[in-house]
């Protein structure tokens, strides 16, 4: 059984920063890809950020392009996203995500989830 826990959502100021933290525990994921999603409330869990079990290769959506990156420290089963320049449209429950598999943007594709972290960006 894998298990994922996220970390370092909470409150800040539109334009500035927050990096969230994805554990994994149970088993390692380091050759697993690794996925970040949102679903701000009321709408449908959307595809935010991947990464490669190597580290090497990286997706994101044009929405944070730019602005968010993505990272894994696999010696520490960790998967990291740091977020800057954040804006309001960008408050959402956070979740990462790890499948055995090549990095996609589908959710279903995905084996294992966290419970979610909140983020909120205030104007």
């Known amino acids: 059984q894998g298990q994922l826990v996220e970390s370092g959502g909470g409150l800040v100021q539109a334009g500035g920063s927050l990096r969230l933290s994805c554990a994994a525990s149970?088993?390692?994921?380091?050759?697993?890809?690794m996925g970040w999603f949102r679903q701000a409330a009321g709408k449908e869990r959307e595809f935010v950020a991947a990464?490669?079990?190597?580290?090497?290769?990286?997706y994101y959506a044009d929405s944070v392009k730019g602005r968010f990156t993505i990272s894994r420290d696999n010696a520490k089963n960790t998967v990291y996203l740091q977020m800057n320049s954040l804006k309001p449209e960008d408050t959402a429950v956070y979740y990462c995500?790890?499948?055995?598999?090549?990095?996609?943007?589908?959710?279903?594709?995905?084996?294992?989830w966290g419970q979610g972290t909140q983020v909120t960006v205030s104007s």
């Open positions: 990464i490669r079990w190597s580290g090497g290769s990286t």
């Open positions: 149970g088993r390692t994921f380091s050759s697993y890809a």
């Open positions: 995500a790890a499948r055995n598999g090549v990095i996609t943007g589908i959710s279903k594709e995905y084996d294992y």
